[in-house]
């Protein structure tokens, strides 16, 4: 039993094997939790998000270009995207220990890999999140001025709280997975670190001994 949650462990964290259970554990939470928020808010607060904007404009095409310039990309679709990224990361890394079963942090630099590449994924989607938008939250008003509409349009997104709600929850989940995910790396860089270092002393200590 015990190790049949292990295993569900690691498929779910994208490790591999020599990972502490705390590492699979945490990552495999995280990412279950952000799969369940996806799925409850995809028919609920993200339903329609452009039906959600409400512009004093009848023009036509404006609330649309409007929403556009508020919000380049849909925050779900977004996050919906690394998700993307991240379970194909999950299914690589399954593949790979069909391929080689990992005995030895210190002979095998699958985990480590694994690792870099979840880091790499979290990190790019929050830097991206933040260049798309400017900080972490979207604000419930603006204004907007761009074509087709009539000088200056004062727009409001509804239901913004429960989506910069959203924003936030997922935003932590991704943090706290690259936290974990670096901290695993740097413990293995440094295992690797010491690891050639006791070999190197034991050769010249062999050497003394011929």
């Keep these: 039993m015990e190790s049949d949650i292990e295993m569900i462990f690691t498929l779910l964290s994208g490790s591999q094997p020599p990972a502490p259970f705390y590492v699979k ?8 939790v952000r799969l369940i928020i996806m799925i409850v808010t995809a028919k609920t607060t993200w339903n329609d998000d452009l039906g959600d904007l409400i512009c004093n404009s009848t023009r036509t095409g404006c609330r649309y270009e ?13 996050f919906a995207l690394q998700l993307i990224f991240i379970i194909s990361l999950l299914i690589a890394v399954a593949s790979l220990q069909n391929l080689s079963q990992t005995r030895d942090i210190s002979r095998s630099p699958a985990n480590s890999y694994c690792m870099l590449a979840r880091m790499i994924i979290e ?3 929050l830097v991206l999140w933040l260049a798309i938008y400017h900080g972490l939250l979207r604000q419930p008003n603006f204004k907007c001025d761009t074509n087709p509409c009539e000088q200056i349009v004062v727009c409001t ?5 429960q989506k910069n709600a959203f924003v936030v929850v997922m935003y932590i989940c991704s943090l706290a997975c690259l936290f974990i995910c ?7 860089m440094t295992q690797v670190v010491f690891f050639k270092s006791s070999s190197k002393i034991q050769n010249i200590r062999n050497s003394q001994y011929i």
């Design 25 to 32: 554990s945490s990552l495999a939470l995280l990412f279950v």
């Design 123 to 125: 990190g790019a989607f």
């Design 182 to 188: 670096a901290t695993e790396k740097n413990i293995l």
């Design 157 to 161: 997104m509804l239901q913004n709280q």
């Design 66 to 78: 409007c929403y556009n310039s508020y919000s380049i990309i849909s925050p779900f679709n977004l």
